[in-house]
């Protein structure tokens, strides 16, 4: 039973169809399928071939990693800066954390993880990672500043935090632990 390649996404076509139900042509040859968002394209090489291996990088997706690394140059800049200033006892964020209720252990823990999400926003393979840990800050961020009135903030934080999902989107694909289940007779490593 032939199956167009064309309805089917590599995981798809390797999850529900055997190897053996494949074309010839499909088996032997690279073919271009649409992804489930249409925005990209991979390539199904074979039914064994591992899914962070079978993306082709396109024109748009070249310029659009250049795009979220240029952006994530300027937020790893930013929240380093902004993470590293949480640790001053006389700072800026000392005060405003005792008017807002919070313990003084939370203005480390936020400054810890903005210092380490900045760093990690650099490195593709877990920017993923990074950028998923500062958008949580960035939500805790927005309903602070919301309950304290501060629209304008509320409005910066809402840019942020639309930037880290765009960049965690990006770099989904080639981050560390892909996780899934081993196919039968290959090693889940």
């Known amino acids: 039973m032939a199956v167009p390649a064309s309805r089917y996404s590599h995981r798809t076509l390797t999850s529900r169809i055997s190897p ?6 499909m088996i032997t040859s690279e073919h271009v399928v649409p992804n489930r968002t249409g925005l990209g394209r991979s390539i199904l090489r074979t039914g064994t071939t591992p899914p962070g291996l079978s993306m082709r990088l396109t024109t748009v997706k ?3 990693l250049i795009a979220v690394w240029c952006l994530s140059l300027y937020l790893a800049h930013m929240y380093v ?8 006892p006389n700072g800026f964020w000392t005060p405003a954390f005792e008017r ?10 936020v400054g810890g993880i903005e210092v380490t999400g900045g760093l990690l926003l650099l490195m593709p393979w877990v920017a993923s ?23 304008v903030d509320v409005a910066w934080i809402t840019v942020y935090f639309v930037a880290l999902v ?8 080639f ?15």
């Open 20 to 25: 053996t139900q494949l074309p010839q042509s």
């Open 62 to 64: 070249k310029l659009r």
């Open 81 to 88: 800066k902004m993470g590293w200033i949480k640790f001053d």
């Open 100 to 109: 807002w209720g919070y313990p003084v252990w939370l203005r480390w823990l």
């Open 129 to 151: 990672y990074a950028a998923s840990a500062l958008g949580l800050v960035m939500v805790g961020a927005w309903v602070t500043r919301m309950r304290d009135a501060r629209f």
């Open 166 to 173: 765009w960049i965690a989107f990006e770099w989904w694909p």
């Open 175 to 189: 981050r560390l632990y892909r996780g899934g289940r081993a196919e039968p007779g290959r090693s889940a490593a």
